[in-house]
């Protein structure tokens, strides 16, 4: 008799003769069998050669190390790129900053000086200030006569040099006729005539340049006197500002920095004049038109590494060219490279200790990324930049050394007594990771370390 109590499923399936399996959620439920499959398999499985640990945990481990490194990479670049950003917005305001502390690190000194004889901190800041000022404003004095005399006759001897020119394209082997000549002169006076509005153009820029050169540099002097007066007291302010473990790092760090680019700058500036006495001299011996503006200007230019060099060299060569001829001006060139020889032989490796230098290849990358970015004041700035960032790296390179264990304080040479406790604390932090990492291991149990996830390695302490 049938069950009416039954559902409609259940009636269906009973009516059919079939007996119902158990609901997929009832314990027991197992899929259907495939039909002509053996319950149970026959022989043993094929022999593998990977007996340690599973190859695809160990790749999975290679792609989340790789991937968090990149993500890593990302976020740098992205940081890097908000920072130059931010730069490229405040550069004007940034610029003063940068050359007010590089003309600290020359005056310094002479401030410290006149503190330690019993000077005011302002008076002596004042005074050294006052002293710089005439100096340069001296020299320039002495020089603007002999520039004003000495540069018509440059004119008037370049004149006959385009009049000689003149004359050999005139004979063989062009064997141009005047009228030709004259023609050629037509049309490029005509192309600079057409183009004299690009020119008022230029004009303009360059008095709007001048008029913010004038602005930087009254900035400048302004935050000159107070590096001068009040440097001594930032390192302590930043200590108390940071607190004890980021500023004794930093007061090493910074301490390091300021004393590099105090005497990459002073050591550039004893090379330039030796430079340009060198080269002044032979000028004078030659009777080269304008040779101690020249010796000035390679002063100026030993300022940008071998690219300054190069270029007031140059300066002077093409000067004797155009004044006393090829034999001149080839004597000027052999003066020049030679003393360029005992500068980058001698010199620099003598006064500049062997961990100041750098390679010529990163020297020649800096100045040609600042002066294309930034003209001539980033050529200017671009070793100074690099000298400072490669200290930087040696002091993060030095940091993980202490904390993996390779070095101890006693093989560093610090700059601070901050600086001492600070790797002192470093190399103790890293004595602890490596006694809790070898008291946690357990050399019977099988390796089931827990693997972190991909947020917790990027961001966490893995």
């Known amino acids: 008799m049938p069950n009416h109590d039954l559902p409609d499923e259940a009636r269906a399936v009973a009516a059919l003769g079939v007996t119902p399996e158990a609901p997929a959620d009832q314990p027991g439920h197992r899929p259907p069998t495939v039909p002509g499959a053996s319950t149970r398999p026959s022989g043993t499985p094929e022999p593998t050669t990977n007996v340690g640990t599973d190859r695809m945990r160990v790749i999975g481990d290679g792609f989340t190390f790789v991937t968090a490194w990149a993500l890593r990479g990302i976020i740098v670049a992205g940081a890097l790129w908000l920072a130059w950003w931010v730069l490229d917005r405040v550069w004007f305001g940034v610029l003063p900053i940068l050359l007010a502390l590089i003309v600290a690190t020359l005056l310094s000194p002479v401030v410290a000086l006149g503190r330690r004889i019993g000077l005011h901190p302002t008076l002596a800041t004042v005074l050294t200030l006052l002293l710089s000022v005439g100096l340069l404003v001296g020299v320039f004095a002495a020089l603007a006569p002999s520039i004003t005399s000495q540069s018509r006759e440059i004119f008037e001897q370049a004149r006959g040099g385009v009049d000689e020119v003149r004359a050999w394209i005139s004979g063989p082997p062009l064997n141009l006729d005047n009228a030709q000549i004259d023609e050629y002169l037509g049309t490029a006076i005509t192309w600079l005539q057409e183009r004299s509005s690009v020119a008022a153009g230029a004009v303009a820029s360059g008095l709007g340049v001048v008029g913010s050169a004038l602005v930087t540099l009254g900035l400048m002097v302004v935050l000159l006197f107070f590096f001068l007066k009040d440097g001594p007291s930032f390192l302590p302010w930043l200590r108390r500002t940071t607190g004890r473990s980021t500023g004794r790092h930093l007061t090493e760090a ?130 100074p930049f690099a000298a400072t960032f490669v200290v930087l790296l040696r002091y993060l390179s030095e940091q993980v050394d202490l904390r993996s264990g390779d070095i101890d304080v006693e093989h560093v040479a610090f700059a601070t007594p901050e600086g001492r406790v600070a790797g002192a604390r470093t190399q103790y932090l890293g004595e602890v990771e490596r006694s809790e990492r070898a008291g946690s291991r357990d050399d019977t149990a099988p390796a089931q370390s827990a693997r972190p996830g991909l947020l917790s390695w990027l961001f966490g302490r893995h």
Request: aromatic share 6%; glycine share 14%; hydrophobic share 60%.
């Open 254 to 383: 910074l301490t390091r920095m300021w004393t590099t680019l105090g005497g990459f700058i002073r050591t550039q500036a004893i090379v330039s004049a030796v430079d340009a006495v060198l080269i002044g001299i032979g000028l004078l011996i030659l009777q080269v038109p304008l040779a101690l503006t020249l010796a000035v200007l390679t002063f100026f230019g030993g300022f940008i590494p071998i690219v300054g060099a190069v270029v007031a060299g140059g300066i002077a060569v093409l000067v004797a060219l155009v004044t006393q001829g090829l034999t001149q001006a080839l004597i000027v060139l052999a003066i020049v490279i030679a003393v360029q020889q005992i500068e980058g032989n001698v010199l620099q490796p003598a006064l500049q200790g062997r961990s100041m230098q750098m390679h010529p290849g990163i020297i020649l990358l800096a100045v040609a990324g600042g002066s294309t970015l930034f003209g001539v004041i980033g050529a200017f700035l671009a070793v």
